[in-house]
């Protein structure tokens, strides 16, 4: 049995200002229809014998990563949430002494959810051989076939010698400059390091004891104190939080002596940066990728992404503009790995534009932020069917609400009461009160807050239905 471990932790921070830390790269739709997640699960279909996957994802993304799946009509092995950041290594660890139930001891596929594969026919003969690989006891990775010497990618040395579908691996090199990418990519020898792996549960688990103890220590101790949460399988904060963090080359492909690499030629790409969309999109005659409303007049090679106003662009070449609700990046094609530089200034400056988007995905639904000012703020709620906030509270601030369409059920104080399309009713400040959405079809509302702080911190939790913790922004 094959059984996908699907790691969603990353944060995008190069695919600003689309990518933000709470709705990172993987939860959008890039390249296609549905989202990178959903484009690494769909590509599942046709392997043999593969089990539903298993997520490792960020605690802040579990809700969306929940619903994206079950978008796709499926439902997950598991859905497991890490507290924090501790990179690949035990991330995989975790999920490896999950898969280990009872007598169990499947193939882990591992798979990067933010990575694009063209040829999904290629990739499968590949995951085919792994399995081949794998049941031998080597720990696999996939080296993706070079087509041109590119300098942001790590490299895998292989032993080469004759034809064949595997290579033991020889040696991991770190990112070369362009004259050694040169010389790797004439020498036939080396491979774009993919970040896909495949081995054995116990394989992995058996190689971090021998090279990372320590890390393998915490995970089975973090691992034991998972607890269930709704559909979600959450770590011991305390404990995982004390993890070494290392990525899986450095923590034991590159020490272990059980290491194949299989080339793989498919398309692929870890859409790592602006220009890396502008490569695999479809171009108009003058070289444009061209999304959403957008005009041009002698412009060339440029990648042109609007996502809610007019970009008009007017006798300019190898431009990169994204615009969104609430930021427009403007950055040289060659330029666009320097973007995280800008997203380190919003975090330094403390700004939201480095986390979110104006609209803002709950498990409830999502809010829109239209209009702020000197102690006011508008915004825009739309609560799913059947949906609820919680009961709660603010400090200081008072609430209006319009219903625009739909149903709400309201409770403020000792009242409940029914609303429908143009009623209204307001929240004093220190009410508690919900928001409930009783109908068939979504609820919107328009919400004007008043006073003298505004903050999504103004907030105590009475009870949820969603699992949240109390004096959490909403």
Not at 146 to 172: D, H, M
Not at 268 to 273: E, L, P, S, T
Request: proline residues 5%; hydrophobic residues 40%; aromatic residues 6%.
């Amino acid at each position: 049995m094959v059984l996908p471990v699907i790691l969603s932790g990353g944060a995008g921070t190069r695919l600003w200002p689309l990518s933000r830390e709470l709705y990172p790269k993987q939860l959008l739709p890039l390249a296609g229809d549905k989202t990178m997640l959903q484009e690494t699960i769909s590509r599942l279909d046709g392997i043999e014998d593969v089990d539903a996957p298993l997520i490792v994802c960020n605690d802040a993304h579990r809700f969306m990563v929940a619903e994206q799946v079950r978008q796709l009509g499926l439902e997950a092995q598991a859905i497991i949430l890490e507290p924090c950041g501790r990179n690949t290594a035990p991330a995989v660890a975790i999920a490896a002494l999950h898969a280990q139930k009872g007598d169990a001891d499947p193939i882990l596929l591992v798979l990067p959810a933010d990575h694009l594969i063209q040829d999904v026919s290629a990739f499968h003969q590949a995951v085919q051989i792994g399995v081949e690989q794998a049941e031998q006891g080597n720990l696999v990775t996939f080296g993706i076939v070079p087509t041109l010497p590119e300098t942001g990618y790590g490299y895998i040395r292989a032993e080469q010698g004759g034809k064949r579908s595997a290579y033991p691996v020889a040696e991991f090199v770190e990112k070369p400059d362009l004259e050694t990418a040169e010389r790797y990519l004439q020498s036939g020898d080396y491979y774009w390091n993919s970040g896909m792996f495949m081995f054995r549960a116990s394989r992995y688990l058996e190689e971090l004891e021998r090279y990372q103890p320590e890390m393998l220590s915490v995970c089975q101790s973090s691992f034991a104190g998972m607890q269930t949460d709704l559909d979600f399988q959450r770590l011991d904060e305390t404990v995982f939080s004390t993890c070494p963090a290392d990525s899986i080359d450095y923590a034991v492909m590159e020490k272990t002596d059980q290491a194949v690499v299989i080339p793989l030629a498919a398309g692929w790409n870890d859409i790592g940066a602006w220009s890396a969309l502008w490569d695999v999109q479809p171009h108009d005659e003058d070289g444009n990728v061209i999304i959403g409303d957008v005009l041009t007049a002698d412009a060339g090679n440029c990648y042109l992404h609007a996502s809610h106003r007019l970009i008009a662009a007017v006798g300019v070449k190898d431009l990169v503009v994204v615009e969104t609700a609430d930021a427009v990046m403007v950055a040289k094609r060659d330029q666009v790995q320097n973007v995280k530089a800008i997203v380190e200034q919003l975090k330094q400056q403390k700004r939201n534009e480095a986390l979110l988007h104006r609209r803002v995905n709950r498990p409830w639904g999502a809010y829109e932020g239209i209009d702020t000012g000197e102690r006011f703020q508008v915004k825009r709620i739309t609560v799913n069917p059947g949906a609820s906030l919680s009961l709660q509270k603010h400090h200081h601030r008072a609430e209006h609400w319009v219903v625009v369409k739909g149903t709400a059920t309201v409770t403020c104080g000792d009242r409940v009461m029914v609303l429908s399309e143009n009623q209204s009713t307001y929240i004093p400040l220190g009410e508690v009160h919900r928001l409930e959405n009783p109908g068939k079809i979504p609820l919107e509302i328009i919400e004007v807050q008043s006073g003298s702080y505004l903050g999504e911190d103004d907030i105590i939790r009475f009870e949820d239905n969603y699992g949240r913790e109390p004096q959490k922004p909403e």
